[in-house]
């Protein structure tokens, strides 16, 4: 039994590991086009701004194992080898060793497809000049890491993204004076609802973070290969470094050169087992489709913890254990500067745009007791179907952890609850971390009474 | 229609709140023998410390609404009257003005008792010396904070349950050399497994805090009527202001006296309208007995949340509506110093006291990514239900609100939910925020493989 994986961060890390564990007797081999395998890769904005690792260049504070540890537990990874094909009637891969350019044939019983995304790139002048970064992989890291070395000093950042914010938030952080450029009329525009995204650029703005929204890019100046500012429907941004963060697309090139049917997101189509259309090939990761449990439709959500467990999954049916990816429900959670922002299910908007007849309450308290004296803002949003009142989805804006109530919603979500239900529950209170009525047991009444 | 109530705290004005809500003709009075209503008792300690209010005797800071604002909103709100005795047969009560001196009998349609607990006062000499104090309610935090303003040093705190501890940290923060008393083994015995008792009593000796648990105290030493020293079975220790926290128990007299049925646990039994077992008579609060939905036994918990959701259910049913009180599932948080411990539904030992199969696993992880800087300890136990995998219970150790992760499992509790679940859900990840696989999905991985 041999089992190939072909990528080796979350998803293909996670399912070389469980399909060890399955079948010990296995052979797993992980084909990696990088230098790097099983780490963090949500952690290098935090690595570059100071926040996490030795130095802002210890991005191996994010590898969770070395290939030496997974070569111990039995797992063969193959650094800097990229899989160029795949036969699927021959069930073999080609792979060429980037070190040597060789190229050899690899055989397999199951293959996993654990591309990945890769950054949008768009077809802007200048793109390639020095100065302008993507941020996907430890590489790209260590470029911006390069180009703050040599002395950047006005960054712009393109999209305000999940990888736009944290980038713009590391590089502030860096001392850089740094503007956000967003085409849309907010950032955080796929998160959030609207009133709830204005509170994100707000904070930026607050921080000191200059934001453009509602602002296209038209191309990049450079003089002498070096970037020097973004051009703009609105004029010109000075700016000697730039990040790209205007989204990502699956990497699919693989999977369609084995006629694997691709989802109608544009990811793999797999079904809960994690099987592709073809036989023997399986995909997990950013570059596959999910089940959102709330909507019922497939999405594409590339989000770290969705990519682990697809890839546990994979991984235990690859080496003929039995296992189901139930889904997401579209959790996610970030920090920029001093904010805290969580989300869960569908938005308000997201709900209309889906056809549902969605109905929302919004709560403004404090993440303690009110008269303690570091009781902080806490906002919420929580959003249920008119009728039934099935929850469908939360909105948190606060500070430190106290968003993290989010995941309450998520796992009723993941039940198909109810805010009845919610609102008579018995959460933990104490004057230092809530109200009486936390302002979860406060949403859910307040919106019980307008279902 | 005449509504009244007995006890002007949480459980009574949450009732008269709800009451006046949903029938806007009914009379509603509410009798309170204190001088204070609608205020926030667990908010005592904090003030006293320092942490919450303007000054350390800033106890209004605790109120949520005066008794003009209550009368404002068509409540009668009747200071010092307390209720003496009910006649359920002619439907009416006995109430002494304490101004005056002066009794009448009150009418009644609906009568509700919401007369919480008292602090347990042992049979010790001296204990009504000065200095020496319980903690129930404003008069007995002021006159704690008059000790203080005379120059207390040293502080004995009788008792490690929740008051004990939140006690022992404001003396502690107010300056005292604090020395605390525990009769059992191990501080916060009601609430953790053994192995968590520790952590506790690490903490408080961490701080400064001076723990001396299996140490029963026989007795307290006063000169002048003044408080000197408490006497235990392992010698005496000096003291100049002493906290008695060593319990409560209901305040059930005024149910008794109108033939009200007690449950096993002593406090007033009620169904799920709150109603008890005598036409027209009503309880809610500390002083009635709740249904644990996790052992299905009643149980008297008089926690603070419990009391105002058990006082809207009976504020509801009095004026004609219909609710019902789905009863807790055990959910406690509380910190001490740097340590936050939270806890819900039942511990492995109370597990097995019951007679349950149970499973526990125990995860130490952190509350962050691990490698950020910022990331915390944080330690968890699930525990489970043998073969079933039904979730009976969770504990946390950590800081700050991170252990309010605790309501993803309250949540669960209250739809019997599966640990199998739990292990795969999709939970907000990102790095200042957890680790990829939150500390709750990595225990409940673990749990899962041991059912």
């Known amino acids: ?53 030795d130095s802002t260049d210890d991005f191996g504070a994010l590898v969770a194992r070395t290939p030496a540890q997974m070569r111990a537990r039995g797992i063969s990874v193959r650094l800097r080898h990229e899989v160029l094909s795949v036969d699927a009637g021959a069930a073999t891969t080609l792979v060429r060793d980037l070190n040597s350019g060789q190229t050899r044939t690899e055989p397999y019983d199951h293959l996993l497809l654990a591309t990945g995304v890769a950054p949008v790139r768009p077809d802007w002048e200048n793109l390639n000049a020095a100065g302008v970064h993507v941020l996907r992989e430890i590489p790209d890291a260590q470029a911006i890491g390069a180009s703050l070395g040599s002395g950047a000093k006005r960054a712009v950042v393109i999209g305000g993204g999940y990888i736009g914010l944290e980038m713009a938030e590391a590089l502030h952080l860096r001392g850089l004076k740094v503007v956000l450029l967003e085409s849309a009329p907010q950032v955080a525009g796929r998160m959030l609802d609207r009133q709830y995204r204005a509170e ?46 205007v989204g990502v697309r699956p990497r699919v090139e693989l999977a369609q050169s084995a006629g694997v049917r691709l989802g109608r997101t544009g990811a793999i189509a797999t079904d809960a087992r994690m099987q592709t259309s073809v036989p023997g090939i399986w995909a997990a990761g950013d570059n596959a489709e999910s089940l959102n449990r709330v909507s019922r439709r497939k999405v594409h959500l590339p989000l770290g913890l969705g990519a682990n467990r697809m890839g546990r999954v994979a991984g235990v049916n690859m080496a003929g254990g039995e296992a189901k990816f139930p889904g997401v429900v579209g959790s996610a959670v970030f920090r920029v500067l001093n904010l805290s922002v969580a989300r869960t299910g569908l938005t308000h908007e997201e709900a209309l745009a889906l ?97």
């Open 1 to 53: 039994m041999r089992i190939v994986v072909v990528g080796g961060v979350a998803a293909g890390m996670s399912a070389a590991s469980r399909a060890r564990r399955q079948d010990p007797d296995a052979e797993v081999v992980v084909f990696e086009r990088g230098e790097y395998v099983s780490y963090g890769a949500c952690g290098l904005p935090y690595v570059l701004s100071g926040q996490a690792g």
């Open 200 to 245: 994100v650029g707000a904070e930026l703005e607050r921080g000191g973070i200059e934001v453009r929204a509602g602002v296209n890019v038209e191309g990049l100046h450079a003089r002498a290969g070096r970037v020097t500012g973004v051009q703009t429907d609105a004029g010109t941004v000075r700016a000697d470094l730039v990040i790209v963060a």
């Open 355 to 451: 056809g549902l007849d969605a109905v929302s309450a919004d709560v403004r308290s404090t993440d303690h007791a009110g008269y303690f004296h570091d009781a902080r803002p806490l906002q919420v949003r929580l959003t249920a179907e008119r009728g039934t009142g099935r929850l469908l989805g939360a909105q948190f804006l606060g500070h430190g952890d106290a968003v993290k109530r989010v995941d309450v919603v998520a796992a009723l979500l993941h039940g198909r609850g109810k805010v009845q239900a919610l609102a008579e529950m018995d959460l933990a209170y104490a004057p230092p971390f809530s109200s009486v009525w936390d302002v979860l047991l406060v949403v859910a009444g307040k919106l019980r009474a307008m279902i």
